[in-house]
T-cell receptor, first 113, second 116 residues
Framework: DQQVKQNSPSLSVQEGRISILNCDYT??????FLWYKKYPAEGPTFLIS?????DKNEDGRFTVFLNKSAKHLSLHIVPSQPGDSAVYFC????????????FGTGTRLKVLA | SQTIHQWPATLVQPVGSPLSLECTVE??????LYWYRQAAGRGLQLLFY??????ISSEVPQNLSASRPQDRQFILSSKKLLLSDSGFYLC???????????????FGSGTRLTVV
């Protein structure tokens, strides 16, 4: 049972335009969400987080939106740059002492120069 | 500052051979530790996590085991590797303070394991 889903395995965007990466989850107990960026043969790098008490969080070019009723979150990258080309994972967890995150399958973003 | 070390970076092992991957964390105390695997074309699957020395929780039944002999050391092992154990293995750590500050895990650089 895939509790966190990223239904788009890949996405191509022109440099300077907006990239929108989507993520859906099924477990209503999830209350904390993360986005990670991963290059090949490297560990994922933390990008941005959002808790369920918010519906938006911004950090520079990255904004995460959370729609709790739809169990949906999205990552917006504006403007997109060639260096943003990577695989992006969303992850979710429920409040507990384990801080255990369930990851989606990832979306490969390619930013075209 | 906190750092996480994971080794080796790559490993090619024959089927049926044993495995030991090590992960150590510096600069923090009593972290939660995690082992994830990324199989080819798939997402990150949580294998094991540990909230303290000697405390291991397994997420999926498999051919692997984990141990935490010291506070900041996490080891992934197998007695006999299978072809299906091939993948990219990642160690990660987190603490309650990280969570409160809005951070997620910090991952190691990973180990590419190929079982032949």
């Amino acid at each position: 049972d895939q509790q966190v889903k990223q239904n788009s395995p890949s996405l191509s965007v022109q440099e300077g335009r907006i990239s929108i990466l989507n993520c859906d989850y099924t477990n209503s107990m999830f209350d904390y969400f993360l986005w990670y960026k991963k290059y090949p043969a490297e560990g994922p790098t933390f990008l941005i987080s959002i808790s369920s008490i918010k519906d938006k969080n911004e950090d520079g070019r990255f904004t995460v939106f959370l729609n709790k009723s739809a169990k949906h979150l999205s990552l917006h990258i504006v403007p997109s740059q060639p260096g943003d080309s990577a695989v992006y994972f969303c992850a979710a967890s429920a409040t507990s002492g384990t801080y255990k995150y369930i990851f989606g399958t990832g979306t490969r973003l390619k930013v075209l120069a | 500052s906190q750092t996480i070390h994971q080794w080796p970076a790559t490993l090619v092992q024959p089927v049926g051979s044993p495995l030991s991957l090590e992960c150590t964390v510096e600069g923090t105390s009593n972290p939660n530790l995690y082992w994830y695997r990324q199989a080819a074309g798939r997402g990150l699957q949580l294998l094991f996590y540990s909230v303290g020395i000697g405390q291991i929780s397994s997420e999926v039944p498999q051919n692997l085991s984990a141990s935490r002999p010291q506070d900041r050391q996490f080891i992934l092992s197998s007695k006999k590797l299978l072809l299906s154990d091939s993948g990219f293995y990642l160690c990660a750590w987190s603490t309650r303070l990280h969570r409160v500050r809005g951070y997620g895990y910090t991952f190691g650089s990973g180990t590419r394991l190929t079982v032949v």
